[in-house]
Nanobody, 111 residues
């Protein structure tokens, strides 16, 4: 049974930074791609960034150049470094692996 735990969210001013973490258990983590997604109030969940088992990455256009995804297989953890945050980045951020989701972590960016 896959379990995912996100952390690192919070309240930050526009232009600030946060680093989110997603720690997995119940899977051979290094074998899986991991994605970060977000859902703002009244909107559908959307893709933010992904990292494959081999380390290749991809990003939504809205976050390219500002967000960086990385993984540490020894810690079963994926990180999302978020810089130059904007109010429109406000959302609950979720990580997803193998059709499983964490509980999410709230990110709020004030203007």
């Amino acid at each position: 049974q896959v379990q995912l735990v996100e952390s690192g969210g919070g309240l930050v001013q526009a232009g600030g930074s946060l680093r989110l973490s997603c720690t997995a258990s119940g899977i051979i983590f290094r074998m899986y791609s991991v994605g970060w997604f977000r859902q703002a109030p009244g909107k559908q969940r959307e893709f933010v960034a992904g990292i494959a088992s081999g380390g290749s990455t991809n990003y939504a256009d809205s976050v390219k150049g500002r967000f960086t995804i990385a993984r540490d297989n020894a810690k079963n953890t994926v990180y999302l470094q978020m810089n130059s945050l904007k109010p429109e980045d406000t959302a609950v951020y979720y990580c997803g692996v193998s059709n499983s989701w964490g509980q999410g972590t709230q990110v709020t960016v004030s203007s």
